[in-house]
T-cell receptor
Framework: AQSVTQLDSQVPVFEEAPVELRCNYS??????LFWYVQYPNQGLQLLLK??????LVESINGFEAEFNKSQTSFHLRKPSVHISDTAEYFC?????????????FGTGTRLQVFP | DAGVTQSPTHLIKTRGQHVTLRCSPI?????VSWYQQVLGQGPQFIFQ???????GRGNFPDRFSARQFPNYSSELNVNALLLGDSALYLC???????????FGPGTRLTVL
């Protein structure tokens, strides 16, 4: 079974500073990778995904993530954060078994942006 | 277009009771999945349904059951509630696969 590790449970950062949220996954076979964001008292919103092709994927609000197969990583980065980026971020990997396809999530990283 | 909707938004039950949570997928989506998110943890897969058939089940006891209706909406049922069932229950829909999975706002269940 696949697993996802988010090493940092909390990441405090000042506004306009760069940030990196780390994610490692366990599978050595082809994978599909996702980052979801969860604002307080809300569901999950897809931030970006890697399915195939370019290893660098970008979101519309300035986040990017790079798929690194050799290091089994999919770290999320933003060069300059805003107060509004404060949220919980979840890395996920797809797992397909028989007729089932599901998402395996990490434990989340809470990004706290300070003014 | 409306997104995934879930009802109710909040629910308080006592131990031993039964609960039914409801989910309406995005129009045209035939697959519905349920996840449990305990406070401070990532979501855990409970069930996936596609075209009204169960496609997969996570590591949850038989007290958890679900079904999907002809209009692709879904219900999650939990019997004999335990304190540990307190969580945010998320429903996600997709056209066919996990590659385009969209989540609802969730139902927060509190078991006293």
């Amino acid at each position: 079974a696949q697993s996802v590790t988010q090493l940092d449970s909390q990441v405090p950062v000042f506004e306009e500073a760069p940030v990196e949220l780390r994610c490692n996954y366990s599978s050595s076979v082809s994978v599909y990778l996702f980052w979801y964001v969860q604002y307080p008292n809300q569901g999950l919103q897809l931030l970006l995904k890697y399915l195939s092709g370019s290893t660098l994927v970008e979101s519309i609000n300035g986040f990017e993530a790079e798929f690194n197969k050799s290091q089994t990583s999919f770290h999320l980065r933003k060069p300059s954060v805003h107060i509004s980026d404060t949220a919980e971020y979840f890395c996920a990997v797809s797992e397909v078994s028989g007729n089932t396809d599901k998402l395996i999530f990490g434990t989340g990283t809470r990004l706290q942006v300070f003014p | 277009d409306a997104g995934v909707t879930q009802s109710p938004t909040h629910l308080i039950k006592t131990r031993g009771q039964h609960v039914t949570l409801r989910c309406s997928p995005i129009s045209g989506h035939k697959s519905v999945s349920w996840y449990q998110q305990v406070l401070g943890q990532g979501p855990q897969f409970i069930f996936q349904y596609y075209e009204k058939e169960e496609r997969g089940r996570g590591n949850f006891p038989d007290r958890f059951s679900a079904r999907q209706f002809p209009n692709y909406s879904s219900e999650l049922n939990v019997n004999a509630l335990l304190l540990g069932d307190s969580a945010l229950y998320l429903c996600a829909s997709s056209p066919t696969s996990v590659y385009e999975q969209f989540f609802g706002p969730g139902t927060r269940l509190t078991v006293l």
